[in-house]
């Protein structure tokens, strides 16, 4: 799986480690959902993501585009 540095140091402790080390590309991207459903969105309607949601999302995209996107 290809993972920035940065981006794995930032997941580090919002998933799961064992899929981290795994380099499952897949599993990844579902740890990451679920944080999101999870942790991603802003209160008090709970329609746009927080902060940290959207820096979660951007994690994910590049995660998507270089592994699976650029295939």
């Known amino acids: ?3 920035s ?3 794995q140091e930032y997941l580090t402790d919002k998933i799961p480690k ?3 080390d795994r380099g499952n590309t897949c599993e990844v991207l579902i ?3 679920r944080w999101l ?3 991603g969105f802003a ?3 709970y329609y746009d993501y927080s ?3 959207r820096k979660m999302q951007n994690v ?3 995660i998507y585009e270089d592994n699976v996107l650029n295939k």
């Open 1 to 3: 799986m290809i993972i």
């Open 5 to 7: 540095k940065e981006s």
């Open 18 to 20: 064992e899929s981290l």
């Open 31 to 33: 740890e990451i959902d």
């Open 37 to 39: 459903a999870k942790n």
């Open 43 to 45: 209160p008090p309607k």
């Open 51 to 53: 902060d940290e949601g």
């Open 60 to 62: 994910r995209d590049r």
